[in-house]
């Protein structure tokens, strides 16, 4: 069954706005990571968190991670249309480095 | 060369054919996944290998069947294709923690008609 579930399912934005994607998860994890995946491509690993931190930067990418919500956020700073694919969270649960287990992803769309 | 190399890119095959996807990989990584996703449904696992001697069931692995030929080589089979498996096939490698992620393959779009 999934464990990450992100929300919104969709989201449209415009060229130079921020763009903020949620993740919710319902065990105990190791790490979370997000991914990102351009259309029927494969995925491509952006960014880990792990478990005893909050937060994380990457370039434009920030990541939050709450584990007392199990919940995490994905902000994309200044979007650009290449940033147009779909994002997906994937955790790693608490039971030593097994799988990865991915929510249903979330599409954005970046507007020039 | 792609780090991690799917064939065939695309198949149509016929309901209850025995089909072989192939996947490799030059990561030398140990760990080697295949996930199938679904519109609406995200990534789901079918079967995993932490090593060349370890194969391990997934979430969803009614259907299918794996074979592990190397370190670097992770094949997937349909045994009797049905309808209900048309859908995108990912192979994806990583090391014990994969602390820097899954590399994923292009994928192979499979329809089964």
């Known amino acids: 069954s999934q464990q990450g579930e992100e929300d919104p399912q969709a989201l449209s934005i415009q060229e130079g706005e921020n763009a903020t994607m949620n993740c919710s998860y319902k065990?105990?994890?190791?790490?979370l990571q997000w991914y990102r995946q351009n259309s029927g491509r494969g995925l491509v690993h952006l960014i880990l968190?792990?478990?005893?931190?909050r937060e994380k930067h990457s370039g434009r990418l920030r990541v939050t991670l709450d584990t007392s919500k199990k919940s995490s956020s994905l902000l994309i700073t200044a979007s650009r249309a290449a940033d147009t694919a779909s994002y997906f969270c994937?955790?790693?649960?608490?039971?030593?480095?097994?799988?990865?287990?991915f929510g249903k992803g979330t599409m954005l769309l970046v507007s020039p | 060369d792609a780090d991690v190399t799917q064939t065939p890119r695309n198949r149509i095959t016929k309901t209850g054919k025995r089909i072989m996807l192939e996947c490799s990989q030059t990561k030398g990584h140990d760990r080697m996944y295949w996930y199938r996703q679904d519109p609406g449904l995200g990534l789901r696992l079918i079967y995993y290998s932490f090593d060349v001697k370890d194969i391990n069931k997934g979430e969803i692995s009614d259907g299918y069947s794996v074979s592990r030929q190397a370190q670097a080589k992770f094949s997937l089979s349909l045994e009797s294709a049905i309808p209900n498996q048309t859908a995108l096939y990912f192979c994806a490698t990583s090391d014990y923690k994969a602390l820097d992620g899954y590399t994923f393959g292009s994928g192979t779009r499979l329809t089964v008609v």
């Open positions: 065990t105990s994890i190791n790490n």
């Open positions: 994937a955790t790693d649960e608490d039971s030593g480095y097994s799988t990865l287990t």
């Open positions: 968190i792990r478990s005893n931190e």
